[in-house]
């Protein structure tokens, strides 16, 4: 160090003015570098949060009303086909899917094995008076092979959830006038199908399958070990893929049915008389 120094009295005044910037220029930088890499860092972070901000999908009861509107409880598995002794084996509940625009959505429900019913969606197109579903379906008389109808019938609230959609001020025009208290019919369409023409499918049942056999629905519900209880194990439903707004950077909803059905279930029906166990049903973009 000693030597150092005397090699610097040594130095002429421009050779030491030319060290003392350099060693002035090595400090900055050994300090900016790292204040440089943490602010970029901190830029990136802002625009990656920024980019993957949550998107605002809800689920709703029918034409986009608020979900309080969308009432499963009232399943009655002992209905028959009027004046006749047919029974009906399947009940059908309307809800949509709205919100900003996105390309693509997934459709899921969940649900424990104890609920006994087996879920179906389908497209659902909303008309505004049974005379106008009749002028566009000549077949509205013609049962369904489980006794059910081809049409739900729903009376409007006009309720909107002003608070969770308040972000979404236009919706896109369905050519539709409908009032509080107005009787709107859903028909029912073809089975949900994804951009890739597939249909949705439980994740961790096989088909026709009820309870957990101890082994098939343990790995996706539970960490490890078997199957805690057979009649509580959660089950899940799920369609990906699903064509998300027509129009890119307008929101939307599109309007579907979920049909509970039991047939071939051969416990006893009046067992089933009551509110549905615990059912969720969720639409989110992966």
């Known amino acids: 160090m000693k030597k ?27 300090f900016a570098i790292p204040a440089f890499s943490w602010f970029n860092n901190q830029k990136k972070i802002a625009e990656i949060a920024k980019i993957k901000a949550p998107d605002e999908l809800y689920i709703n009861a029918a034409h986009k009303e608020d979900v309080i509107n969308l009432d499963m409880s009232s399943i009655n598995v002992s209905q028959k086909i009027p004046n006749t002794n047919t029974p009906i084996t ?15 959505f997934t459709l899921q429900i969940e649900h424990t094995t104890n609920n006994p019913y087996t879920y179906t969606f389908y497209e659902g197109v909303i008309y505004e008076s049974e005379s106008a579903m009749r002028a ?3 077949d509205c008389d013609t049962r369904n092979a489980d006794g059910s109808l081809k049409y739900v019938e729903y009376v409007a609230t006009n309720v909107y959830d002003s608070e969770e959609m308040s972000k979404i001020t236009t919706w896109p025009d369905d050519g539709l006038t409908i009032t509080t208290g107005q009787r709107i019919f ?3 369409g073809d089975e949900i199908k994804n951009m890739k023409n597939q249909t949705g499918g439980y994740l961790n049942k096989a088909t026709g399958q009820r309870y957990s056999d101890g ?6 519900s539970y960490e490890s070990g078997t199957v805690k209880d057979k009649y509580a194990d959660p089950v899940y439903w799920q369609l990906k893929n699903i064509k998300g707004g027509d129009t890119k950077g307008q929101p939307f909803y599109k309007t579907y049915v979920i049909k509970a059905s039991w047939t071939g279930i051969s416990d006893v029906a009046e067992d089933y008389n009551k ?3 615990i059912f969720y049903i969720s639409a989110f973009v992966e």
Do not use: Y
């Open 4 to 30: 150092l120094f005397e090699r610097i009295k040594k130095m002429s005044k421009r050779k030491k003015v030319q060290t003392v910037i350099a060693l002035a220029l090595t400090v900055a930088l050994c």
């Open 186 to 188: 859903i028909w029912i």
């Open 136 to 138: 566009a379906h000549s």
């Open 275 to 277: 509110e549905t166990d």
């Open 215 to 220: 082994s098939t629905l343990t790995p996706k």
């Open 90 to 104: 399947s009940q059908s509940f309307v809800f949509s899917v709205s919100g900003e625009w996105v390309n693509s």
